[in-house]
């Protein structure tokens, strides 16, 4: 089966620091733009942060920017994306989707990435 499993999520105090990690199973990533988003109840579905393939850029939404950081490890079939000075505001389900082609100005939108789709993560930020 080809699927993307996300990981990482949990309950942190603000200001802590969570790592999540997508994984692919069944197909390499190296190919593919990575992106992930976020849900909070309510509200749409928002991009957070992207990695490329053809040329590794990166992008990040304003309210992440200086705080996550996506990469990737080819090796272990694998995008990270290292939350730091978490806040209340970044409660979300958090999904990584991946598609072969995903223009840079498209990288935030959802419907930019129709190959795959994670099942999500919880990311609580509470004290």
Known sequence: QLHL???GGGLVQPGGSLRLSCAASGFTLDYYAIGWFRQAPG??????SCVRSSDGSTYYADSVKGRFTISRDNAKNTVYLQMNSLKPE?????????DRLVYGSNWSKP???SDYWG??????VSS
């Open 43 to 48: 509200k749409e579905r928002e991009g957070v």
């Open 90 to 98: 970044d409660t979300a389900v958090y999904y990584c989707a991946a």
């Open 111 to 113: 419907k930019a990435y």
């Open 119 to 124: 099942q999500g993560t919880q990311v609580t």
């Open 5 to 7: 499993v996300e990981s």
